[in-house]
């Protein structure tokens, strides 16, 4: 809880109902003392030590206010984008690098380019709201906590590309992002920022919101969009790309909410002020989201670069039991376990697929030494058998397989080859899925394996792993 008093704002926490009261007796509202006082906001380590760019309103102002929306830099990039070509737009998002958050990392620019040179009598812009990703809330803390940035985002995003119709596809879990993000519309649409008028100019966008379909497998965009257009949510064949035919068959941008949200600012500040901050080719900033065994959870936006190590340890403050960290999984269920052994990597999309892994969506799942990696591969294989859309064989099939195999190598039934099996399945998932759900569920497994191979059981596993 925070109040605003002539000193600044000032923190307490966290706060119970039961505790309420007391606050009101300690005068907390002109900042007084509580054991739970924890000084001014800004002074506190885990948000002082953030490099804050897509997030840098949240917390701060009123989601709902439009006018403390400007009054805080809002809408400075669309007035911008208003006076540029398109062409120019999407030059200036190039140029900043920034690449898609969703979690294939792809540069944002190009998908862009690729739209504004389609010719087509309507293009679409979608927004992945859908945020499946174990550990991961980024999305809906940017939809609760500054809901008119991705608004502006995707309107300069129709400005780039000649779209003129945005949908948001909100995970059905998150009733209240949905709910904000439609007050945040309306009073967008009543203010004239969405509608046929965009901000004055005579140029026109407007967003419909929809509510996801509940599946894990509905936030990959092909199935995304067969889910928008009411159908299963069922991959689709690429090519054509959906920057080609992809919405109702018309060329369609689709990005995720913080690769949007982040647009506002390269628009306002410039290409250069975001690429400045990062390393090598992994450009801007990500919202870290510190879960599971960690003292200290929550979205650290920081700049590219930062190691797991200090996330964890800086930020994190080490396990919430007090117990050795042994694994961390990054990016989502499909990500890798890595070990200790590997806290000083780079979070750096290129670092992390160096060591078969990936940042992704910039989800960080902590575990102490209480875990068993082995039946964490078995959940990977069981969960992709669970959100498998059925279309291909490697995946509908081979992940069910990969839950028997994994059982047999940890009963010690025949491990030497069903270790090598397991080795072939992950191998033909890998080459032949048809989406990165098949293609991808073999890294927890495989780094299960790799980095851990004693919770196998079975000296096979170690033997195989150190090969
Ligand atoms: C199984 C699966 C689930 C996915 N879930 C999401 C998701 O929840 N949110 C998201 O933005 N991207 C998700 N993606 C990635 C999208 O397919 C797509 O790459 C992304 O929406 C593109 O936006 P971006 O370029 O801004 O990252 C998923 C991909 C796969 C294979
Ligand atoms: S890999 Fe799995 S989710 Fe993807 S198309 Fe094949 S069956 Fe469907």
Known sequence: ME???P???IAYGPV????????FDADFLAGGAHPTRQGVT???AYLRNQERVTFVRCGITDPLSLADYESHGGFRGLRRALEMAPAAIVEEVTQSGLRGRGGAGFPTGIKWKTVLGERSDCKYIVCNADEGDSGTYADRMLMEGDPFTLIEGMIIAGLAVQAEQGFVYIRSEYPHAFRQMQRA?????????????VGGSGKRFDIHLRLGAGAYICGEETSLLESLEGKRGVIRYKPPLPAIKGLFGKPTVINNVISLATIPMILERGAAFYR???MGRSRGTLPFQLAGNVKHAG????AFGLTLRQLIEDFGAGTRTGRPLRAVQVGGPLGAYFPAALLDLPLDYEAFAAEKGMVGHGGVVVFDDGVDLAWQARFAME???????????PCRIGSTRGVEVIDKIVAGKDAVANIELLQDLCLTMTDASLCALGGLTPLPVLSALRHFPEDFDCPAAAASAAA
């Open 185 to 197: 519309c309306d009073l967008a649409r009543e203010a004239s920022w969405l509608g046929p008028n």
């Open 16 to 23: 119970s109902p039961a505790g309420v009261a007391g606050l």
């Open 3 to 5: 109040v605003a008093t």
């Open 7 to 9: 000193a600044g704002r």
């Open 383 to 393: 969960f992709c058998a669970i959100e498998s859309c059925g279309k291909c064989t």
């Open 276 to 278: 400045d901050y990062g």
């Open 42 to 44: 800004d002074d506190i």
């Open 299 to 302: 979205l650290v936006e920081k």
